[in-house]
T-cell receptor, first 115, second 112 residues
Framework: DAGVIQSPRHEVTEMGQEVTLRCKPI?????LFWYRQTMMRGLELLIY????????DSGMPEDRFSAKMPNASFSTLKIQPSEPRDSAVYFC?????????????FGPGTRLTVT | QKEVEQNSGPLSVPEGAIASLNCTYS??????FFWYRQYSGKSPELIMS????GDKEDGRFTAQLNKASQYVSLLIRDSQPSDSATYLC????????????FGAGTRLFVKA
């Protein structure tokens, strides 16, 4: 079974441009998470979905960030307009939430550079 | 106080030794705990999960949980240079769905 798929793997853009990151979770997983990782702040949860419904978006830094999950096999994280401080690695993870806990499986990440 | 705290390291151990990684958490309601390994430039990879007090062993890895002390640890026996990575401790909260809080990670170096 394929793992979590993210695209693009690398993105370089200029300040002010719109950036869209994409994620395909593992088939059968009902929860999807978007994280951002930087050296200064570590791994931060931005938003997570359960059964395609956003449950907690308290980690989304500001209105420039938005995320959608139109169906069980696809999610996007959009930044508009982008700023240099958004430069980071963005990870998508998925899991099967339930009595067994929440063992998350991470995608390879998208390295975003905003110049 | 951070919700999940780890010593950032680096922790350096010789090959073949036991590496001991420690973590504390602040939410007494947390029931599930995880250790992830992250190699440089790669994504986090789940290596252990633990839900009950005591020890859980998987190969060279042993996770230990003490809910009374709000303490989680990971022991790596017979450490290998390939174990050199950053180890992230994580604790789970329930807020209408499961939300995992990660520590900042401990960098481990295993010297050949």
């Amino acid at each position: 079974d394929a793992g979590v798929i993210q695209s693009p793997r690398h993105e370089v853009t200029e300040m002010g441009q719109e950036v869209t990151l994409r994620c395909k979770p593992i088939s059968g997983h009902n929860s999807l998470f978007w994280y951002r990782q930087t050296m200064m702040r570590g791994l931060e949860l931005l938003i997570y979905f359960n059964n395609n419904v956003p449950i907690d978006d308290s980690g989304m830094p500001e209105d420039r960030f938005s995320a959608k999950m139109p169906n069980a096999s696809f999610s996007t994280l959009k930044i508009q307009p982008s700023e240099p401080r958004d430069s980071a690695v963005y990870f998508c993870a998925s899991s099967t939430q339930g009595a067994g806990g929440d063992e998350q499986y991470f995608g390879p990440g998208t390295r975003l550079t905003v110049t | 106080q951070k919700e999940v705290e780890q010593n950032s390291g680096p922790l350096s151990v010789p090959e073949g030794a036991i590496a001991s990684l420690n973590c504390t958490y602040s939410d007494r309601g947390s029931q599930s705990f995880f250790w992830y390994r992250q190699y440089s430039g790669k994504s986090p990879e789940l290596i252990m999960s633990i839900y009950s007090n005591g020890d859980k062993e998987d190969g060279r890895f042993t996770a230990q949980l003490n809910k009374a002390s709000q303490y989680v640890s990971l022991l790596i026996r017979d450490s290998q240079p390939s174990d050199s990575a950053t180890y992230l401790c994580a604790a789970e909260h329930y807020t209408g769905g499961f939300k995992t809080i990660f520590g900042a990670g401990t960098r481990l170096f295993v010297k050949a």
